[in-house]
């Protein structure tokens, strides 16, 4: 039986990504969580819950009346990767034996 992500880790993890790939710099001030729950159509504390755990997690920093800002970005996360990838394929793996996997891994990470 598949079971679907809850619609505020989908948002945490689309931010999350978003500020690993440096969309979002270190403070740099969210989008209000209205503006989110409109392109996501959500309830405004769905989004409230997501960037909650986003601070938990050390992405953002709350300030009060103010908002949600980026507190920190995580780089080196992508180039291990890159790197790792790299090393793989001198292994002789193909790209689409690797995607292939990813795919498999996917399907496991969503149950």
């Not at 880790?9 to 689309?14: M, N, S, T, V």
């Not at 938990?56 to 103010?66: A, F, M, N, R």
């Not at 690797?98 to 891994?105: M, Q, R, V």
């Amino acid at each position: 039986m598949e079971t679907k992500k809850p619609l505020f880790i989908k948002i945490k993890d689309f931010y999350e990504r978003l500020i690993d790939m440096e969309a979002y710099h270190e403070g740099d001030m969210m989008p209000s969580v209205r503006e989110v729950g409109l392109s996501f159509d959500a309830n405004p504390n769905t989004v409230q819950r997501a960037f909650t755990l986003m601070v938990e997690d050390g992405y953002l920093e709350s300030i009060p009346k103010k908002g949600f800002y980026v507190k920190k970005v995580t780089v080196d996360r992508y180039k291990a990767l890159r790197e790792s990838l790299k090393e793989i394929i001198k292994q002789g793996y193909s790209k689409e034996e690797i995607k292939k996997e990813l795919e498999g891994l996917d399907d496991d990470c969503d149950k």
